[in-house]
């Protein structure tokens, strides 16, 4: 119990004590003053009686000697007769209240108060004496209240320490009752507010009465089962939310009034909206339209909706929202598609363009065989001729096959790792080309020292060969082509030329399959446009990187990173 409410009871118990004693107090020095009353009436009675055989004045002189006492002889009208006190007093004493009251009729009066004459505090009792019915005589005693008082006062001093002693074991009794009424809600209070506070704790009370015992233990038992279902549903949610961070499906979650209860990360990131906050209106953090459209068309009457929606970042979403009843909550899942939908069409592209390709040499095969099973095969110089084609073609169709075969690599084929000696390599694939830098009359510059570079021989080498055949390939007759390498924790290796150059639109799309800057040219060239695709997907199976410097008319530097493996 708090302290105030003890204060309480105990200003509530000291008023009772005070009023009680006034009023106990009141009650005894009435009593007190009655019994004198009653004393002083009988001695009047006495004296009345014996005024019928003796004077009334010389049996009250004899009567009061040896004491405080005064008896007064009054007339019927309340004038003085004889006094005790001073024998020679006159006057009236009509108007003294104990006088008027049996001048009134009364068969006694009675007063308490301060004598004027004697200057004391007198108890006087008043009685008539009556013949034949009529006042003829009024008798009147008196005694000073000091006589009885004082001792009384005693007794009441005495009577106050019992009553005083009785009422503080009465509060102490009165206290500690309602103290132990109170105990389980004081014990138990704080405990429950902790609880509250810290649900995953287990509080226990320690037991000081066997009274409440049982109670305490079933505190004790909810506290410690409390804490312990907490636990398991803390872990529960902390092993939810990782899950739901970690999926690769997006999940979002609704409540009745429109607030996002739940994004997990890859919604966040499909998105591309991140809150700081959940609980708030869900327009704040999915603002794509389509999907708010989607989300407001679910009601308990359309529970499901599953469609496919482009973003307004071209992100392709999977996405099913469903609304449950029972919580009247939304919840929405969503697949990213964009990677398969971008590789649906890349490989419908790829098939496209290799058959395109395909078509071209295969078209110019069969049209030459047939004119020269036509007949021309029979002169000599046209059958050489169309050989010729006829193999320059076949080479295309090959050369064309075996980048396809190049590309369908991936990067799960484990291949071999070898330590190749980069300035030998670089001239062996040169030596390939030889016949057309004699043709073209190219210069080909080498800068930089040689080194051992361990790696993938197998993707090493067609990168170097693509990159080398293109500068050959795009520069001018008279040209030079430098080749410089070092080693920088691998290689980096530059291929610069001076040939027609490539514009700066064209430079990020030169690596996609069969593009080529200008078809017609290349396609002459004996150009695939797979070459820069292959430099491009080989180059990330190695874990390097590729980047290209180019003007038009001014030419273009390839430069390569190829980390040691
Ligand atoms: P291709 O077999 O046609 O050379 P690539 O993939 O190697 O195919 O190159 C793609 C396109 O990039 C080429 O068609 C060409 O237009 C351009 N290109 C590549 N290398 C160079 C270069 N060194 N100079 C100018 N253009 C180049």
């Given at each position: 119990m708090k302290?105030?409410?003890?204060?309480?009871?105990?200003?509530?118990?000291?008023?009772?004590?005070?009023?009680?004693?006034?009023?106990?107090?009141?009650?005894?020095d009435q009593q007190v003053l009655s019994q004198h009353e009653t004393f002083?009436?009988?001695?009047?009675?006495?004296?009345?009686?014996?005024?019928?055989?003796?004077?009334?004045?010389?049996?009250?002189?004899?009567?009061?000697?040896?004491?405080?006492?005064?008896?007064?002889?009054?007339?019927?009208?309340?004038?003085?007769?004889?006094?005790?006190y001073n024998p020679s007093l006159t006057g009236t004493r009509s108007q003294r209240p104990e006088v008027k009251a049996v001048l009134q009729g009364s068969s006694k009066g009675r007063s308490v108060r301060m004598s004027p004459t004697l200057h004391k505090e007198l108890l006087y009792v008043a009685l008539p004496i009556k013949k034949e019915g009529k006042i003829t005589e009024i008798i009147r005693i008196a005694e000073p209240t000091e006589n009885f008082l004082p001792n009384a006062a005693k007794m009441k001093h005495a009577i106050f320490f019992v009553y005083s002693f009785f009422w503080i074991v009465l509060s102490v009794i009165l206290l500690q009752v309602l103290r132990r009424r109170n105990h389980p809600i004081e014990t138990i209070l704080p405990v429950l507010q902790k609880m509250i506070a810290q649900p995953d704790h287990k509080e226990t009370i320690i037991q000081s009465s066997s009274q409440w015992e049982e109670?305490?233990?079933?505190?004790?038992?909810?506290?410690?089962?409390?804490?312990?279902?907490?636990?398991?549903y803390s872990a529960s949610e902390k092993q939810l939310h990782t899950l739901l961070n970690e999926l690769m499906i997006g999940v979002f979650i609704i409540s009745e009034e429109g607030h996002l209860l739940l994004m997990n990360a890859t919604m966040q990131e499909q998105l591309n909206s991140f809150p700081q906050k959940m609980q708030y209106p869900f327009t704040e953090s999915i603002t794509d339209t389509q999907l708010i459209q989607m989300i407001y068309q679910v009601t308990p009457t359309q529970p499901f909706i599953h469609e496919e929606l482009t973003t307004t970042n071209e992100r392709v979403l999977d996405i099913t929202l469903r609304y449950f009843t029972e919580s009247k909550q939304i919840l929405g899942v969503s697949y990213d598609l964009t990677r398969i939908r971008q590789l649906e069409k890349l490989q419908k592209d790829f098939v496209g363009n290799v058959s395109h390709e395909l078509k071209t040499p295969v078209t110019s095969l069969i049209g030459f065989t047939e004119t020269l099973l036509d007949g021309a095969k029979d002169d000599p110089e046209t059958l050489t001729t169309f050989l010729e084609i006829m193999q320059k073609d076949a080479y295309r169709l090959q050369g064309l096959i075996q980048e396809i075969i190049q590309l369908s690599k991936n990067a799960a084929i484990d291949y071999s790792i070898q330590t190749i000696d980069v300035a030998t390599s670089?001239?062996?694939?040169?030596?390939?080309?030889?016949?057309?830098?004699?043709?073209?009359?190219?210069?080909?510059?080498?800068?930089?020292?040689?080194?051992?570079?361990?790696?993938?021989?197998?993707?090493f080498f067609p990168i170097c060969k693509n990159l080398i055949e293109n500068a050959i390939n795009y520069s001018l007759s008279g040209q030079t082509v430098i080749l410089s390498f070092e080693e920088k924790n691998g290689l980096v290796l530059s291929v610069q030329d001076f040939g027609m150059g490539i514009a700066k639109e064209e430079q990020t799309r030169i690596f996609e399959r069969f593009y080529r800057v200008d078809k017609a040219r290349t396609r002459n060239s004996g150009g695939t446009g797979l070459g820069l695709a292959i430099v491009k997907d080989y180059i990330d199976m190695l874990g390097g990187s590729i980047h290209v410097e180019s003007h038009l008319g001014v030419g273009s530097t390839f430069t390569v990173f190829i980390p040691m493996n």
């Open positions: 302290k105030r409410a003890y204060l309480g009871w105990l200003t509530l118990l000291v008023c009772l004590f005070i009023g009680s004693w006034q009023f106990i107090q009141n009650f005894y002083l009436q009988q001695k009047a009675e006495l004296l009345i009686r014996l005024s019928q055989d003796y004077s009334l004045d010389t049996i009250a002189e004899q009567y009061i000697v040896n004491s405080d006492e005064r008896v007064t002889h009054l007339n019927e009208k309340g004038d003085i007769l004889f006094d005790t109670l305490y233990q079933s505190v004790n038992t909810l506290s410690e089962q409390m804490s312990l279902t907490y636990q398991a670089l001239s062996q694939i040169i030596a390939n080309y030889q016949q057309t830098i004699q043709e073209k009359q190219l210069t080909i510059e080498w800068h930089g020292e040689t080194f051992a570079l361990t790696t993938k021989p197998e993707l």
